[in-house]
């Protein structure tokens, strides 16, 4: 297939070119600037100028091409509200371009928030009011002529390049001098490589059912203390929990996050596409993936 990528060039979709050209597919990356243009270029990949706010420009793209993989995000959660109204046109704009041709369209989603306090599974629908929302637009399409599915990834998607919430708190811990969990840190946050969630984005491109709900999750849940003991041995710094009612003050925009549990599952996932995660975890990854550098 040629495939319109967009974030090309960012964390997740810079491991997914890789992945579908030697599944023998082409890519056609969306590159916002000069810098991205080239970037693509030298990775192989045709350039498609635009941006998220651009919706003629992405709709051509989808138009030009056999599939649709959407990955770009404006991570600026400060704006989270305006930024998930865009990423919603965006959807629109592509899947509108993909009506009645049965072309797969593979948006990107997440898990956390999906089920607080218990396992959530590709079985769960997004709750009105949480982070994804947007991307259940595109599961609309599947009875419009698209072949519309959601990779719903977890909060932690880590490897080389990581600039999330992991390092994140990798850089709070630095400033504050101890690295800090909430509670007793039982809480607990899903993972995955990005290798293994490029993968699952060529897997679902290729093979996903019209609507299909996918979790790119690998572990189901590490517990926060384990993640913030990783970070102090890491730095050589403190370990130590925190009151919730402390937590926006130590963390952050990010305290309100850390606090919860959000275990997901990826059992119909693996069942449907075969996927299996093979790369590093994610404590393994932090301790030997050059996080601490």
Request: glycine letters at 12%; hydrophobic letters at 45%; proline letters at 4%.
């Amino acid at each position: 297939m040629r495939v319109f990528l967009t974030g090309a060039t960012g964390f997740i979709g810079s491991a997914i070119v890789p992945e579908l050209l030697g599944a023998g597919h082409r890519v056609l990356g969306l590159a916002r600037t000069d810098a991205a243009a080239q970037a693509l270029a030298r990775a192989g990949v045709e350039a498609h100028r635009g941006e998220l706010t651009d919706t003629d420009s992405l709709a051509a793209g989808a138009r030009a091409c056999d599939g649709v993989i959407h990955t770009a995000f404006i991570h600026d959660f400060s704006q989270y509200a305006a930024n998930a109204q865009i990423d919603r046109l965006a959807l629109e704009a592509m899947a509108e371009a993909l009506e009645g041709t049965d072309k797969p369209l593979v948006a990107a989603s997440g898990t956390l928030m999906l089920a607080p306090d218990r396992t959530a599974t590709e079985e769960d629908r997004v709750p009105p009011g949480s982070f994804g929302r947007m991307s259940e637009v595109v599961l609309e399409f599947a009875g419009r002529g698209v072949r519309s599915s959601v990779v719903r990834l977890s909060p932690t998607v880590h490897g080389r390049g990581d600039k999330g919430f992991v390092p994140q708190l990798i850089d709070i811990a630095r400033r504050t001098g101890f690295a800090a969990f909430v509670g007793d840190g039982a809480n607990r946050w899903p993972a995955v490589h990005r290798l293994d969630a490029a993968r699952l984005f060529r897997l679902a491109l290729e093979d996903a059912a019209p609507g299909a709900r996918l979790h790119g999750v690998a572990e189901e849940g590490i517990a926060m203390r384990e993640i913030a003991q990783t970070i102090g041995d890491g730095l050589g710094l403190p370990v130590r929990g925190i009151d919730a009612d402390a937590a926006f003050a130590h963390f952050g925009w990010m305290g309100m996050l850390a606090g919860i549990d959000g275990p997901a599952s990826s059992v119909l996932t693996r069942e449907t596409l075969g996927w299996r995660p093979r790369e590093a975890g994610l404590l393994a990854d932090m301790r030997d993936g050059g996080y601490f550098g």
